[in-house]
């Protein structure tokens, strides 16, 4: 199945901005616009669902690191599409180029990387980490 976790793959996730996705309910900001926080989720979303597909069954993906820029504030009631595409595959490391719009155009753009993890060995991991001796 992972042979099909090819470059390419493109990925869309959309929201409408609500009080609760503020920079201002989020305490990443004073203000009532969309909150860098949930850009990022928003991001991360549209990364991890556009290649869930493509996993075996107990697979999935974690983030592993993100460089983006919020370029446009976007106010409470605003409409936001995130968009990705996947442009590398380096064994378990992928990269995807990611960006997000609003009715007036470009509100964020940069790259994010997912690893593609078992599920349970990762659970068990992060649990171990819980073990102080």
């Known amino acids: 199945l992972l042979l099909m976790l090819t470059p390419g793959i493109t990925g869309k996730k959309e929201l409408t901005v609500t009080e609760a996705y503020t920079a201002r309910s989020l305490s990443s900001g004073a203000l009532p616009v969309f909150g860098t926080p949930m850009l990022v989720a928003l991001m991360e979303g549209c990364a991890h669902e556009s290649v869930l597909p493509c996993l075996e069954k107990g697979q999935g993906t974690v983030g592993t690191g993100l460089d983006i820029q919020h370029l446009a ?17 380096e064994g378990r ?32 991991k992060a649990q171990s980490r819980l073990e102080t001796k």
């Open 73 to 89: 504030p976007t106010p409470v009631g605003g409409h936001v599409r995130a968009e990705s595409l996947l442009v590398k595959v």
């Open 93 to 124: 490391l992928l990269t995807f180029e990611v960006r997000a719009y609003d009715e007036a155009g470009l509100i964020g753009q940069g790259t994010h990387t997912r690893c593609i993890i078992s599920e349970d060995r990762f659970m068990q």
